[in-house]
RNA sequence: GGCGACGUAGCCAAGUGGUUUAAGGCGGAGGUCUGCAAAACCUCUAUUCAGCGGUUCAAAUCCGCUCGUCGCCUCCA
């Protein structure tokens, strides 16, 4: 049984499809800059997610939105002097970029909101035929006050919320708490022709239309950043079940926590502490960020620090040298190492509302197991296969990270052979330098029975 | 002010009433192996879970208070 945390609820919930596919929406990103980790995290999160109920047996249709019209977005267009289109086009190829390289399997479908305006404005009218939205000088808003169970999400009460913000009420509106569905136009701002006059939509009705076209209006999973709670997946709520009347739009609300940096504030666009994905492949391997990230808890907010990446790429060492291990070619004993208590134990961890740090203990276990087996001689095949495959679940490519010795493999060998003759005729201090020029370049090397291995760090 | 999260070893981080006299990783110490190493294996590395008080046969886990940290309430994964 599968359970998840549920932030409406604020409890774990077995986890049931309605249909014979489990539908999952994940908020995408705003595409006016590169990703930075944040971003990884959630991505990882929900991908782990993905592949986690494929592994548990289901089929997964998994959304996940670019928003490609926003403030921000036309704020940087304007201020580099190109056309809107420009900017996203440049992030959107930035954002795949960063995500096939952290091993993060692409979304069943990537809609863009500016590719879905007629569902967009046709999920506006809806509202407004039912009395939810009314339009006003070219904008259209939604009525929160007409939403009895608005705040459901967040645990928020209009009128607390409203004492806390700021007052500047835009002209039109007929109480501050109401938010846009649909911007007037303004100069040099993209537009599309709508019932209301030319104008672009708000952030949070695209979110709505594009679950409801390509899911459903009811589906099972909703995920993103705990920051999204409020206002983004409160408003989501309240046009969804407005314009379906199907309650509850998402069976599962699913967040994931903030990255938080050293001085133990949360890592964001606005402060400008970003670490930009693509610059960190650079210098990790995808397996180490991935396990970073997932070496916490997805509730939880992992502390953002390089020296910790840095200690996952050598756990990572660890994995990669278990699966490695060759099993006898003659098993005499008929022995072989017994995987399955750990892949219960992973399986058990994961159910557990995707409990990863478990799940990779589990995994790290099996691991001294495999080398136990190893130094016994009996056989491990099994139980390597059996890593990799958990591995797999959690997106972990064990692929040896990126070369940075700049010597190529003949270049090594060669220096390794320099190295044999040097050990041969017992010039050891030779045969250290030798090898001490290697690591300096990052590749280790290694003497067993007889032979040296070698590989990159 | 309202809503919420958190404080576990040198560091990261699970565990949320007894099966854990607290997983796993990194780091550190000793041993085996090795020409020496590396890797691996073995052993050790929190009598204790921010502090204080309470409930209970039993608490890191529940309750109260205190101290400290952070998020949301405004664009944000």
Redesign the pocket.
């Known amino acids: 049984m599968i359970q998840l945390y549920n932030s409406l609820t604020?409890k774990k919930e077995e986890f049931v499809p309605i249909g014979d596919e489990v539908k999952m929406y994940v908020?995408?990103?705003?595409v006016y800059d590169d990703s930075?980790?944040?971003?990884a995290?959630?991505?990882i999160v929900f991908d782990v997610l993905h592949r986690y109920l494929e592994y548990r047996g289901f089929k997964v249709r998994r959304v996940q939105n670019f928003?490609d019209v926003?403030?921000?977005i036309i704020t940087r267009a304007n201020k580099e002097g190109v056309p809107a289109e420009e900017i996203t086009e440049k992030y959107i190829e930035s954002f795949y970029e960063s995500m096939d390289g952290l091993n993060v399997r692409r979304a069943t479908v990537h809609p863009r909101a500016t590719e879905d305006m007629p569902e967009i404005i046709g999920l506006i009218q809806r509202l407004i035929d039912g009395g939810w939205a009314y339009p006003t000088n070219g904008s259209v808003y939604f009525r929160v006050r007409r939403d009895d169970g608005y705040g459901k999400l967040?645990?928020?009460?209009i009128d607390?919320?409203?004492?806390?913000?700021?007052h500047d009420m835009e002209v039109g509106k007929e109480d501050p708490a109401d938010?846009a569905l649909w911007k007037a136009v303004k100069p040099d701002e993209p537009q599309w022709g709508s019932p209301w006059g030319q104008g672009r939509p708000g952030?949070h009705i695209e979110c709505s239309a594009m679950a409801f076209k390509h899911l459903g209006e009811q589906i099972d999973i909703h995920?993103?950043?705990?920051?999204?709670?409020?206002?983004?997946h409160e408003n989501e709520i309240a046009q969804s079940e407005s314009a379906s009347g199907s309650v509850p739009f998402s069976r599962f609300w699913m967040?994931?926590?903030?990255?938080?940096n050293a001085?133990?504030?949360?890592?964001?666009?606005?402060l400008g502490n970003?670490f930009n994905v693509n610059s960190a492949l650079e210098e990790f391997s995808s397996d180490a960020i991935r396990?970073?990230i997932l070496?916490?808890?997805y509730?939880?907010?992992?502390?953002l620090?390089k020296?910790?990446i840095?200690?996952?790429e050598?756990?990572m060492?660890?994995i990669r040298?278990?699966v490695e291990v060759e099993s006898p070619a003659f098993d005499e004993v008929g022995e072989s190492v017994d995987f399955r208590p750990f892949e219960k134990r992973f399986t058990e961890?994961m159910d557990?509302?995707l409990?990863t740090?478990?799940a990779?203990?589990a995994?790290?276990?099996l691991?001294?197991e495999?080398?136990?087996g190893?130094?016994s001689g009996i056989d491990v095949s099994g139980a390597v296969e059996s890593i990799r495959d958990l591995s797999g679940v959690l997106g972990l490519s064990l692929e040896a990270p990126p070369d940075k010795s700049g010597l190529s493999d003949a270049e090594i060998e060669a220096l390794i052979r320099q190295?044999h003759e040097a050990?041969d005729e017992?010039r050891?201090?030779d045969?250290?330098l030798v090898?001490d020029q290697l690591a300096a370049a990052g590749v280790?090397?290694?003497?067993?029975a007889g032979e040296?291995t070698w590989s990159r760090k």
Do not use: Y
């Open positions: 604020r908020c995408g990103v705003t930075h980790l944040g971003h995290l959630s991505s928003t926003d403030d921000k967040s645990g928020q009460n607390e919320m409203l004492e806390a913000t700021r938010f952030w995920g993103g950043g705990l920051d999204l709670i409020f206002p983004h967040h994931n926590g903030m990255l938080r001085v133990g504030q949360e890592m964001s666009k606005s970003a396990l970073w070496q916490s808890h509730r939880t907010n992992p502390l620090d020296e910790l840095a200690a996952a050598r756990s060492r660890r040298q278990a961890a557990d509302d409990n740090p478990q990779i203990a995994i790290f276990d691991v001294r495999v080398f136990r190893r130094d190295r050990r017992k050891w201090s045969a250290d090898r280790s090397i290694a003497d067993t040296t």
